[in-house]
C-alpha cells in the first residue's frame, strides 16, 4: 500500500503510540508517561507502569478531567499559549504534564490550562486551579509543599496542607510578567523554566520579565477570516533586550531580594539552580563570548564567581547543570579544549571527567561518586547513555550496548533507567532497564507486527542509509540517503536534497527518520540529507567556521554533497531539487543563487532572507550586530544573490508566523517580482512558523509533491 499526506497526518499515528514526558515515581518503582489516545493523535492521556509486575494500563484518560474539555482545542489557547507551544515545538493538548509529588501517593496533571491533584492509589483528581482561568510553569516544590504557576503574569503558590493560594507577585503589567521565561530564553536558550525552588522548600527564585526596552513594532497575522494587528515587542538583532531581573524570595518572611547578576546591563540571564545553601546563576555577555557561573550565599549578597568560559567566538550554552546532593560542588558541561565534555567544579577547580573524544550532550542523573550523561565517544549519529566515576579515574561505561539512538531518564538510586531508542529500521520503542541485576523490560515495544498502524505500509517502505564524505578542510560530514520506491540501479533517478545545515542542529542520525521522505521515496524521488560544517553535535570547530558570515561554508558542503550523488550511476544530473524550512528554507534560496543551473527546482519554506529581521540572540551569535557587522549582513541575505536565480522556485510560508516573519517571504516576493522572475508561492492563512495543523501539512505535503512532480518527473 502506499503512502499518502492523508493518511500520513490521521489517526492512529504511523509513529505508533510513542510516550511523551516520562517520570519515575520516587521510589523508582512506578512509571508513567503521556502518550496519544488511538482516536485523537491530539489527546494525550496518562499512562502508567508497574515495575514490580511489569504491568502497563492507562491511567487518566484526558476527556474524564474536564469531559469533552479535555480534548485539544486550538482555540481556547490564550495568545501567550500559543507562542509557548511554538517555542517548545509541542502542538498536542490533552493532558501536556504531569508531575510525582515527593511522597510518592499523588500525582500533578495539567489539563487545558488547569491543574488537577490527585491519589495515585484511587485515581481520584480534583481541580486546585481557579476556575475559567488557565495556567502555565505548573511546577511542584522538591519537598512536596508547595505547587507554582503562572496566571495573567503573575506568580501564585500554592500550599498542598492547606489548600489554599497565595499570590506572590503584584506588578504585572503589558510589559512585565513575572516567573515565566521571556522569548529569548524559551526560543534560543532553551530555558523554558522561569521559577525555580530550593531542595529544601524554603527559597523560591524568580524572573521578573520587562519588555518595555524592546522596540515595539506591529506584526500583522493574516487570517481566512481578516487581518489582525498585533503589537510585538520582538528584539531584532541589534536592538534591545527585554529586562530580565532574578528575584529570591524567602518563603518562610514573604521577603523578595534581587540578585545583581549581571556584570554589564546587558548580560544574558541562561540558567538557574540551587545547591547547598547557595543560588548558581550561569551569566552570559551580550557578545556570548563569555559565561559565567555565579554562586550566590541564600542569607546575604556574598558572590563567587565559580567559572568562566571564554571564546573568540562564541561560548555555546548546555542545558545541563546539576548539583551532586547536599553539596555545592556541580557538574556542567563545557567546551573548553575545543569538545564538550563533561566537568566536575569543586573547590574552584573544574575538572574534566570525559576524554577528549566525542561528545557529551547531557547530564541525566548524579550521586555522590557517579554521573551519569548522555553523548557519543565513537560516531555522532548514535547517542548511548554512559557512567562515569566522579573521581576522573576511569573510562566512561557505556550502559546501552543496542545500536541506535538513546534517551535515558534514570531513577533517584541510578539503579533503573527509562530507554528511549530507535533504529533506521525500527520506529521508537520504550524498555526499562536494571543495570543492576542486567534485565530488560519493555514498556512500549512499538514493533511493526500486524496491529501496527504502519503495517500495511511496510512493504513499500524504504530503510535510508547513512554513509560519510570529506568536506572540504578533511572533516567527515555524514549523510543519510533514501532511495526511491521502486529502485532501479541500471536507471536514471531524481534525487531531492532536504536541508536544514543552520548551526546547531544535527539531522543525520541511526534512528526512526521522519516517514515524510517515504511520500517523496515512493513518488519517486531519492532524498538525500546532509550534515554540513556549522551544525551540532560535533566539536566547536566544526561550529565555528560559521562566524561571521552565513550561506557559504554550509552551501559549499551541500554542494560537495551533490557533487557526491553525481558520482552515483543511478542519479540523473538533470533532475536535482532542494527543499527545507526555517534555516533550510534559506539554504534552499542561497544553494540555488550560488550553484544556478545544479538544481532544477527548489522549496523553501519560511525562509530567512534578511537576517536583521531575526532576534537577538540567535543571530549576534554568529554574526554580531548589524552596525558591527554591516558586510556579514549584507552577504548573509539571500536577497544579495537573486540576480543569479534561475531555476523554479517555490516559497511557503504561514502568514501568522511569529518567528521567522512573514516580511521575510514578502521582501523575497517584492525583490523577485521586480526583477520579473517567475516563481511560485503557497500562504497559509493564520498559520505559525511549524504549520502543524494537519489541513495545513496535508496542503503543504501534497504541494510540495506536486511541485517536484511538475519539475522532476514530467518534465524529464
Request: glycine share 8%; with cysteine.
Given at each position: ?26 521510589d ?9 489516545a ?138 512585565v ?50 487581518t ?65 557561573v ?36 556541580f ?12 566537568h ?81 529500521d ?46 572540504e ?8 540517503l ?11 533517478h ?19 527518520a ?72 534559506f539554504?534552499?534560496?542561497v ?21 536583521a ?104
Amino acid at each position: 500500500m502506499r503512502l499518502t499526506a492523508e493518511r500520513l497526518f490521521s489517526d492512529p499515528a504511523l509513529t505508533g503510540r510513542l510516550p511523551a514526558r516520562v517520570r519515575f515515581s520516587p521510589d523508582g518503582l512506578h512509571v508513567t508517561y503521556l502518550a496519544a489516545a488511538d482516536d485523537d493523535r491530539e489527546r494525550l492521556d496518562l499512562h502508567h507502569y508497574d515495575v514490580t509486575s511489569g504491568r502497563t494500563e492507562l491511567m487518566v484518560d484526558a476527556r474524564e478531567l474536564r469531559g469533552n474539555a479535555g480534548a485539544f482545542t486550538e482555540a481556547a489557547l490564550t495568545e501567550a499559549e500559543k507562542a509557548e507551544r511554538e517555542r517548545k515545538r509541542f502542538f498536542t493538548g490533552g493532558i501536556t504534564e504531569h508531575r510525582w509529588l515527593a511522597s510518592g501517593r499523588e500525582l500533578l496533571l495539567v489539563c487545558a490550562g488547569e491543574v488537577f491533584l490527585g491519589s495515585v492509589e484511587t485515581r481520584s483528581f480534583a481541580r486546585i486551579t481557579p476556575p475559567g482561568a488557565r495556567h502555565t510553569d505548573v511546577t511542584c516544590s522538591p519537598g512536596g509543599r508547595y505547587v507554582s504557576w503562572v496566571r495573567d503574569g503573575e506568580l501564585h503558590c500554592f500550599t498542598c496542607a492547606t489548600g489554599t493560594e497565595a499570590r506572590l507577585t503584584h506588578d504585572a503589567s503589558a510589559t512585565v510578567s513575572n516567573g515565566i521565561a521571556e522569548f529569548i530564553a524559551q526560543e534560543e536558550m532553551h530555558r523554558f523554566e522561569g521559577h525555580w525552588w530550593s531542595q529544601d522548600d524554603a527559597w523560591l527564585a524568580y524572573t521578573r520579565v520587562d519588555t518595555s526596552p524592546v522596540r515595539e513594532t506591529l506584526r500583522y497575522e493574516i487570517g481566512a477570516d481578516g487581518t489582525t494587528a498585533h503589537a510585538q515587542r520582538y528584539p531584532y538583532a541589534g536592538d534591545d533586550n527585554a529586562r530580565v531581573d532574578l528575584v529570591l524570595l524567602s518563603v518562610a518572611t514573604g521577603r523578595p531580594r534581587t540578585i545583581d547578576y549581571r556584570d554589564a546591563d546587558d548580560d544574558y540571564l541562561v540558567r538557574v539552580a540551587f545547591g547547598h545553601g547557595v543560588l548558581a546563576v550561569q551569566v552570559q555577555s551580550r557578545d556570548q563570548r563569555r559565561l559565567r557561573v555565579k554562586l550566590y550565599n541564600l542569607t546575604d549578597d556574598e558572590c563567587t564567581i565559580a567559572v568562566t568560559e571564554e571564546a573568540s567566538t562564541w561560548v555555546n550554552l548546555h542545558e545541563s547543570f546539576v548539583f551532586l546532593p547536599d553539596s555545592d560542588d556541580f557538574l556542567m558541561i563545557s567546551e573548553r579544549g575545543v569538545r564538550a565534555r563533561l566537568h566536575l567544579v569543586r573547590d574552584g577547580r573544574c575538572t574534566s571527567l570525559t576524554p577528549d573524544r566525542g561528545r557529551v550532550n547531557r547530564i541525566v542523573h548524579a550521586d555522590r561518586t557517579h554521573a551519569w550523561f548522555l553523548g557519543w565517544l565513537e560516531a555522532p549519529v548514535e547517542q548511548h547513555l554512559f557512567r562515569v566515576a566522579l573521581a576522573g579515574d576511569e573510562e566512561p561505561v557505556r550502559l546501552t550496548a543496542e545500536p541506535g539512538w538513546h534517551d535515558a531518564l534514570l531513577d533517584r538510586t541510578g539503579r533503573r533507567f527509562v530507554d528511549l531508542v530507535s533504529r533506521l529500521d525500527h520506529p521508537p520503542r520504550l524498555v526499562i532497564r536494571d543495570a543492576a541485576a542486567g534485565t530488560c523490560e519493555p514498556l512500549v515495544t512499538n514493533d511493526l507486527n500486524e496491529a501496527h498502524p504502519y503495517r500495511p505500509y511496510l512493504a513499500s517502505h524504504r530503510t535510508p542509509e547513512l554513509g560519510t564524505i570529506g568536506a572540504e578542510d578533511g572533516q567527515p560530514l555524514w549523510y543519510r540517503l533514501t532511495l526511491p520506491q521502486p529502485f532501479d540501479p541500471g536507471a536514471r533517478h531524481p534525487v531531492i536534497v532536504n536541508v536544514y545545515g543552520g548551526p546547531g542542529v544535527q539531522r543525520v542520525r541511526n534512528e526512526w527518520a521522519p516517514l515524510a521522505l517515504q511520500l517523496f521515496a515512493q513518488a519517486g524521488f531519492a532524498v538525500f540529507e546532509l550534515d554540513n560544517r556549522g551544525g551540532g553535535n560535533r566539536d566547536k570547530a566544526f561550529e565555528d567556521v560559521l562566524h561571521g558570515r552565513l550561506g557559504r561554508v554550509e552551501v559549499a558542503d551541500q554542494l560537495r554533497g551533490v557533487d557526491f550523488l553525481l558520482g552515483l550511476p543511478w542519479v540523473d544530473p538533470k533532475r536535482l531539487g532542494i527543499m527545507g524550512h526555517s534555516y533550510g528554507g534559506f539554504m534552499t534560496l542561497v544553494c540555488l543563487c550560488t550553484a544556478p543551473g545544479r538544481f532544477r527546482a527548489g522549496v523553501a519554506g519560511a525562509p530567512v532572507t534578511d537576517w536583521a529581521l531575526y532576534d537577538t540572540h540567535y543571530t549576534e551569535r554568529y554574526l554580531g550586530t548589524p552596525r558591527e557587522n554591516p558586510d556579514g549582513y549584507r552577504d548573509s541575505s539571500p536577497l544579495t544573490h537573486l540576480d543569479r536565480l534561475e531555476d523554479a522556485l517555490l516559497v511557503i510560508h504561514g502568514m501568522a508566523d511569529d518567528n521567522v516573519l512573514f516580511t521575510h517571504s514578502t521582501r523575497l516576493f517584492k525583490a523577485l517580482q521586480d526583477r520579473q522572475s517567475r516563481f511560485e508561492m503557497m500562504t497559509y492563512p493564520g498559520a505559525k512558523h511549524a504549520l502543524q495543523q494537519r489541513s495545513v501539512a496535508i496542503h503543504r505535503q501534497t504541494t510540495i509533491l506536486e511541485f517536484f512532480t511538475r519539475h522532476l518527473l514530467e518534465q524529464s
